[in-house]
């Protein structure tokens, strides 16, 4: 079953001959509950496409349909309500919000709805992100992996349809680095979340069903390892 | 708990310092806004508690009316309060000694009449049943010391009539030739004293005021009284009368103008209207100032939380959210500071009408009118909507602007890269001439276009308000001087009832005082001329020649008092003027010394001015004023002067005479012919007999002189002395001077404050935002002084900016207000450049000292940790 299709999708800076493509003309379709690895050298437009594809930058042609809705025929409020509620972004940088705790962080999404928080479903997350007694502590008192895992928690709190990770581990040491790669492909397993991850680490990679190679914006590869 | 409004909560902790400044901002303008309204409420009702003490407390009176029309109007719908009065008449006043005055002329008053009319007791009490009375304090001082307090005396009423029977109307002055033809006796006792009514100085009646009481059950079918009332709705009072008059059938009504333009209901009304023009003026200019504070406070805010904005627009929160936080914003500052900001109003206002009360206290106005501190009840609520709406103002574009923001370039503020390549071209001149500190600070500034407008903006704003007040301030001072002018004399004596051997006796013994300069003794004679159009003046011919008589030929009337000095007085006049006095004693040809300078007082706007165009060698043909003018039997005396001199000094002791006069000066010797002249058909004109001595006196030292100049009058008269001395009338002008200057200064301070603030908050944040760039330039080898120089740079560039748009634009502002000022005054125009140089250096140490400020905690940097920064 489709989850996402992405058809044609550009991205273009500059103009004239100071022109930079990051992203030309990509068309590609994701089945629900896939573990796509989207993988390239630096500069060949991975973060750009999936930042697209989240709904957190605009393209400059194209389009992006999940679950058959154009996003970006959506007004402001609504694709809002699209990245609160479908998606989950994850970020190499974390992107906590300083001055809210682990807990607040992680139900953002949640209380932008307005819509309260299950204990029970908070207190496993908490669990599982091995983030147990941090509940209100603020991400300067974390270490980086623990804030990753907190950034984590929000991008699956609202149990969105597609969950999007760019370079999750790229601020990591090793040990880190497994469990975030371990519990992202946890929740794709147990919760069947369709996970786009982008990467420049091979291993990491490897360790996805399908591999999409970009150069230059462009697809150059797209192989599926684990039918 | 909703989750935008506690991290609002929380970044506004977070960032303490610029919180609290927004709300120093708000708290300003509250504070501000509301003194204003509530100064000038104040003046307004020390304005009306004037008009209410010399005119009355009372919207309009109804005259003549009868029993049942008293009834209707009393109880009429309309009516607050109602009061019954009446005019009895004249009775004898055998002992005066006011040889113009020998009557007393009743009134009646009803209980509440006497509380609402301009009477006040000095003494005793009021009258409270029929045949009791009041009587004005003059009486005891002009021959009335048998009416004292407790006595009953009876009071011989009748009516005045001329030689023909004919009755007199009462406002006709004594006459010797009048008869009094009594008609009743009554007995009063008198309950207590008034103080000489200000009606009596503007009429002619010759009696002093007694006011009796007036008992409304004593009023019979045929009586008639007047009914005065103080209206519900005092706006509705023009449509209201006339309704009740026709209702009850009185034809006769008039309106209490004197307090009703002051309430601001009267229409044309010039003073109340300009007092309110100007209020609205530094209103609108403080309620510019405080936008521009506010609205760059969340500008600030909104940029400072951009990444953060960015982050919930990513995770989900719709643009509306986001909007509604930046207001949300808006509601905490505004909850702190309006209340704040209120209480600083009030309490600051309060404070400083005390201070000005202590300095005005017994000066323009009697001792128990005060400024009040008035609080409308809609002050509150009007301030508090008033920069509530600022506020939403300030914050609508940043948050539409916030929940605009892409989560994407929040995420990287990448709009800060997205730069165009044209953008920031500079010329190579800048780096010839600046240096690579200069042709950077040039570049940042252009890239940021939007940031560098709006400080330009704030600083031309902060300039404005700046230019605009301290012009405010200096018409208001020139304004006021032209009201409280400057009083040339040091003593003046007015003395009645003096024979010419007593007046010249009094004249050399004063004059022989130790510690008197000059002495001038003051005589005229009226009279007028008839001069063509050419000979007036341009003010007049512009403005009021056509309101003066006119004969078929053309000729308009003009009046000349012609006015003498006393001896050594005309020679000093004459000496300062560059005359010699001699040629202006001849006797054969009258030569006199024109004074060709008047002032508008009391008309609006005051200005001074050039009344007539006659020169040296032209000669008037001057008459004696007749009593009856259009009398086809009687020929007025003529003489022709010729004109000396023209001058627009004036003498000590002559001042500006009303609209359609000049003074002419003129020597002792030529005085007494024309007066002889004059005296010869003195019954048919008006003819002052100079029992009246008028003395001015300079003196190098007036204390105890006034007292010395008293005993010696006392010895030639028993009528009125009045003695003035004028250094107590100089201190209570410079003290009227100080508490204005108090008002304006505390203004101007105020207003600096607001535009301190706004430049310190707006750069200081400038240069914070700019921290990681900074950081980077330091990493790349810029070095101290290099750096120093960059900001010293930017700061010239925002100075020059802003005073290139600021000026402008202050003096534009600067001219509405002198047209503002010149609905009352008239002045010429001028800009405060001392200000205005004040203004420009100012502008230029706020700014490069703020920028040191701001620069120097960012030296101190570490380079990485700001490279790293998470910037909240």
Redesign the interface.
């Known amino acids: 079953m489709e989850i996402l299709r992405v058809e044609n999708l550009s991205k273009v800076y500059g103009s004239g001959a100071?022109q930079v493509k990051a992203v030309d003309g990509v068309s590609f379709s994701v089945n629900r509950g896939e573990f796509v690895a989207v993988v390239g050298a630096s500069g060949s437009g991975k973060s750009t496409l999936l930042?697209m594809i989240?709904g957190?930058?605009?393209p400059t042609s194209g389009k992006v349909f999940v679950e058959d809705t154009d996003i970006y025929s959506l007004n402001?409020?609504n694709l809002?309500?699209?990245?609160?509620?479908q998606?989950g972004?994850i970020?190499q940088f974390y992107?906590l919000?300083?001055?809210?705790n682990v807990e607040?962080n992680i139900t953002?999404?949640l209380?932008?709805?307005g819509r309260k928080i299950d204990p029970q479903f908070l207190e496993e997350l908490l669990e599982t992100l091995n983030l147990k007694g941090r509940a209100s502590h603020l991400p300067n008192e974390l270490s980086g992996g623990e804030q990753q895992r907190v950034s984590i928690g929000?991008a699956l709190i609202n149990r969105p349809a597609l969950v999007l990770a760019d370079e999750p581990t790229g601020n990591l040491d090793s040990k880190n680095s497994k469990e975030i790669i371990d519990l992202l492909k946890l929740s794709n397993r147990r919760y069947h979340q369709t996970l786009i991850l982008v990467t420049h680490a091979h291993e990491i990679a490897l360790q996805a069903d399908r591999i999409i190679t970009l150069a230059d914006g462009r697809i150059v590869k797209d192989g599926v390892i684990r039918p | 708990m909703n989750i935008l409004n506690t991290l609002t909560r929380r970044s506004l902790k977070l960032n303490l310092r610029r919180t609290i400044a927004t709300i120093i901002g708000i708290i300003l303008s509250a504070a501000m806004i509301c003194a204003t309204i509530a100064i000038a409420a104040s003046f307004q009702d020390l304005f009306v508690q004037s008009a209410k003490s010399t005119d009355g407390n009372f919207h309009a009176t109804f005259y003549d009316v009868n029993p049942e029309q008293v009834k209707y109007i009393s109880d009429n719908a309309y009516t607050e309060v109602s009061m019954l009065s009446r005019n009895l008449g004249f009775a004898r006043f055998d002992h005066s000694t006011r040889e113009y005055r020998p009557y007393f002329y009743f009134k009646e008053y009803d209980a509440t009449a006497l509380r609402h009319m301009p009477i006040k007791l000095t003494a005793g009490r009021y009258p409270e049943k029929a045949g009791e009375l009041l009587i004005s304090e003059e009486v005891l001082e002009s021959g009335g010391e048998a009416y004292r307090i407790g006595e009953t005396i009876a009071f011989d009423f009748g009516e005045r009539t001329d030689t023909e029977e004919e009755p007199l109307p009462a406002d006709q002055p004594f006459d010797e030739t009048e008869q009094f033809v009594s008609t009743s006796t009554r007995a009063y006792t008198i309950t207590g004293y008034i103080e000489k009514p200000h009606f009596e100085h503007f009429s002619s009646i010759p009696g002093f005021t007694a006011v009796a009481y007036l008992d409304p059950a004593a009023i019979g079918a045929d009586d008639a009284v007047n009914v005065s009332i103080l209206g519900k709705n005092p706006r509705q009072v023009y449509d209201r009368v006339p309704e009740m008059a026709a209702a009850a059938g009185v034809t006769d009504y008039a309106y209490n103008n004197e307090i009703l333009k002051y309430m601001g209901i009267s229409r044309n009304e010039r003073a109340v209207n300009m007092l309110y023009s100007v209020a609205a003026i530094i209103i609108l200019l403080i309620a510019v100032g405080s936008v521009t504070v506010i609205y760059n406070a969340f500008a600030i805010s909104v940029n400072e939380r951009k990444k953060q904005f960015g982050l919930l627009a990513s995770t989900g929160a719709a643009p509306g959210q986001i909007r509604r936080t930046v207001f949300f914003e808006g509601v905490i500052l505004g909850l702190i500071g309006i209340p704040l900001g209120i209480l600083a109003g009030i309490g600051g206002i309060g404070v400083t009408l005390s201070v000005v009360n202590r300095l005005l206290i017994g000066s323009m106005y009697s001792e128990d009118i005060a400024l009040r501190l008035v609080l409308s009840p809609l002050v509150v609520p009007a301030t508090a909507a008033f920069v509530a709406l600022i506020i939403f103002i300030s914050a609508y574009i940043p948050a539409k602007r916030a929940a605009a923001t892409s989560p994407i370039e929040a995420i990287r503020l990448s709009s800060d890269i997205k730069i165009d390549r044209k953008t920031v071209k500079t010329s190579p001149l800048t780096r010839r001439l600046f240096g690579i500190a200069g042709e950077l600070a040039l570049k940042n500034l252009k890239r940021n276009r939007r940031r560098f407008r709006t400080t330009v903006l704030s600083l031309c704003i902060s300039i404005v308000l700046f230019i605009s007040f301290s012009t405010f301030v200096n018409y208001a001072f020139l304004g006021t001087g032209l009201y409280y002018r400057d009083i040339p004399f040091d003593i003046m004596a007015d003395v009645y009832d003096l024979t010419p051997e007593a007046q010249r006796n009094i004249y050399e013994q004063v004059r022989a005082l130790e510690g008197v300069e000059r002495c001038a003794a003051i005589r005229s004679i009226h009279t007028e001329s008839w001069l063509e159009r050419e000979q007036f003046g341009p003010y007049l011919q512009e403005n009021y020649l056509e309101n003066f008589t006119r004969t078929r030929e053309g000729r308009y009337q003009f009046y000349f008092p012609l006015v003498t000095l006393g001896e050594d007085e005309f020679n000093t006049y004459t000496a300062e003027n560059g005359l010699t006095a001699e040629s202006f004693r001849g006797t054969e040809n009258f030569r006199g010394i024109l004074v060709n300078k008047g002032d508008s007082w009391p008309e609006a706007p005051i200005a001074e001015y050039e009344p007539l165009k006659l020169k040296e060698g032209d000669e008037l043909i001057l008459t004696g004023v007749l009593v009856e003018p259009n009398n086809p039997d009687i020929f007025p005396p003529a003489v022709t002067m010729e004109i000396g001199a023209v001058t627009d000094n004036f003498p000590l002791g002559v001042s500006s005479p009303a609209m359609g006069a000049a003074n002419l000066v003129v020597s002792e010797e030529i005085f007494e012919v024309i007066d002889q002249i004059m005296l010869e058909q003195s019954e048919h004109l008006m003819y002052d007999d100079h029992e009246h001595l008028q003395l001015y006196l300079i003196a190098d030292s007036s204390s105890g002189l006034a007292d010395k100049v008293h005993t010696i009058c006392e010895n030639y008269t028993d009528s009125r002395i009045y003695i003035q001395d004028v250094e107590a009338m100089q201190q209570e002008t410079k003290r009227i001077k100080t508490a204005f200057s108090i008002f304006l200064y505390g203004f101007i301070t105020l207003i600096t404050l607001i535009g301190v603030t706004n430049i310190f908050n707006t750069i200081s944040t400038n240069v914070a935002l700019r921290r990681r760039e900074f950081a980077m330039l330091k990493s790349m080898g810029m070095t101290p002084e290099g750096f120093n120089k960059m900001i010293n740079y930017e700061s010239i560039f925002y100075g020059l900016k802003a005073l290139l748009y600021g000026m402008p634009v202050g003096i534009l502002a600067s001219i509405w207000m002198y047209k503002s000022f010149g609905l009352v005054f008239e002045f010429a125009f001028f800009l405060p450049w001392k200000e205005i140089l004040i203004c420009v250096v100012g502008v230029f140490i706020i700014v490069f000292a703020t920028m040191l400020h701001a620069g120097s905690r960012l030296k101190r940097d570490n380079i990485i940790d700001a490279l790293k920064e998470e910037n909240l």
């Open positions: 100071a930042h989240g957190v930058d605009r402001e409020t809002a309500i699209f990245r609160r509620r998606v972004l970020y992107n919000l300083p001055i809210l607040e953002l999404p209380l932008l709805d929000r």
